[in-house]
């Protein structure tokens, strides 16, 4: 008989037997997930494996292609590279622990003789703007101290100093905003397919020629790949090396001279207050001179770029100094703007060589007194008097008789035809193409809520002496008198001529084909083009006291814009030069300027004598006749 004590004792081990089975199972279920496992890690994927092994013992270095230099029509170098050895910090390879990483920029701050706090702030700022990026701490550090760091690299981890190319600026910030800027390119670019070949830390142009151009001047980086040690100091010999490609350089349109001429033109009549001016030539659209004030140093990009100079320069209205108001700054014209509306009346039918007016300073239509500045009156008027004096009654009127002939928009026709309302193509970003009102567009903008007003007729006469709804840029009313200047061809202006390799191959002419042809008939041409020489030579003529002297013969004309943003009107002059077979046209503008024969007419005198200079000084070029001194 079996007893209770014998039965527990047999169930017990009933319970010890199925555990230590189901144990064995677990046991041999594990052992044999390691060992297929460790098979396919041994056997399958061995080589990858001894390939991943060997990459953390081989490091590529780059080195980094040097852009191509930039210059001028006359191969003046505008912009260049130099070397410099820039102490980085990559954050990734800090050490991970806080403690850790404290003692490491520590350690660094005393061996640069640089506050902790300082780096630390440093590495926040720039990780923030370029998360992936190296954070440049110095540049043209001291050999010494690169020397120190490199030989304690196990001290110092994800503290590097590496020789890297910056841009330098031979002739400071002449012409910056036609050459732009360079700086690292950020995640978000990085995204894009144009950029697909590049890394953090990589350098690109974001604004002018450097943007344009950059796929030109950026060049190939190049690599070595050498074998490291456990903290990464390279050891042995050079395993593999790939010579970096430089950028191509690129030859500009700009004529140095007179670049400066018209940078220091503005700086001389504008009085800090925005301006701007185009010298283009009349034939081709080749762009001698481009500049906007104020202006700004492009070396301020150049890293470690302190963020408050640049934020400085990106004002959050547009309006900073980053802003090239050559091609981006839209303003009314003022009596500049009488040329269209004298070719459209002409080429329209709408009047003659010989049409003549009454001009009694002031003049009623529709309710509305129409005047000239200051209600001057100036008797009979024609066409070539009414350009000579800038009669805006004539030109109201004219734009009152347009409204009746034909679709009533014989002025919008022949603005669009001469290159207003859209860009002009130049090879520059950001360019903006002003505004032609007409009755469909103004009516738009109005439905649309941008405009206070619809379209009434009176509008029209507004747009006949360039003000109202109309807006346009330097360059467009650059390209509108070149187009008459030339007899009828809208070229397609242009700063850069040439694209030439490190070897001083051409690799790319650049010389942009016309848009269009504009069909001019050329005795109108010569009606206008006469019209503006007595502007600025006969006896009343706006820019006589300019120009009445001046050894070359002129053809401009002043502009004085009303801008009820203003505390001042807005000053122009357009000139074509010479007046009988024009080589150049110049623009200027200067916001708040006055009366274009004030501020913008000798601006424009002095880009002209340094487009035709006398003798030359060491100063620059002389005064091409003493009677030409106003």
Known sequence: MITPLEERRAHSGSQFAVRVALLSGIALVAFAAIFFRLWYLQVLSGEEYLAQATDNRIREIKIQAPRGEILDANDKVLVANRKALSLQILPEELPVNNGERHDVIRELGGVMDERPRKIRREIRRQTKELPANPVTLQLDVDPNLALFLRERADRFPGIRTEEVYVRKYPQGAMAAHVLGYVTEINEELLEEPVYSDLVPGDRIGRDGVEFQYDQMLRGQNGAIRVQVDAQGNPVGRTLAERAPQPGNDLKLTIDKRVQAAGESALSTYSAGLRSSFVAMSVDDGAILGMGSSPTYEPEIFTPPADTDAVEAIFAPDGLGPANNYAISGQ??????????????GLEEGIVTTATTI?????????????????????????????????????????????????????????????????????????????????????NEKFEEGLFLDGWVPGQNLNFSIGQGFFTATPLQLALAYATVGNGGSLVRPHVAERVVSPSGETVQDINPEPRRDVEINPAYRQAIMDGLTRAANGPEGTSTAVF?????????KTGTAERPDLLSDQSWYAALAPADDPEVVVIVTVEGGGFGADTAAPAAKEILSAYFP???TESGPAPVAADSVE
Do not use: H
């Open 548 to 556: 009445g002297n001046y050894p070359i013969e002129i053809a401009g």
């Open 358 to 442: 009454a001009d009694a300073g002031v003049w009623e239509w529709g309710g509305v007194k129409w005047q000239n500045a200051g209600e001057q009156p100036y008797g009979s008027v024609d066409l070539g008097r009414a350009l000579e004096v800038s009669s805006d009654i004539y030109f109201y009127m004219l734009a009152r008789d347009a409204i009746y002939a034909g679709d009533g928009e014989a002025i919008q026709k022949w603005a669009t035809e001469l290159g207003f309302g859209a860009p002009t193509g130049i090879d520059l970003p950001n360019e903006l193409g002003g505004f032609v009102p007409s009755e469909d567009a103004v």
């Open 614 to 616: 006398g003798p030359q």
């Open 331 to 344: 303003f009314p014209t003022g009596s500049t703007f009488k040329l269209v509306t004298a070719l459209a």
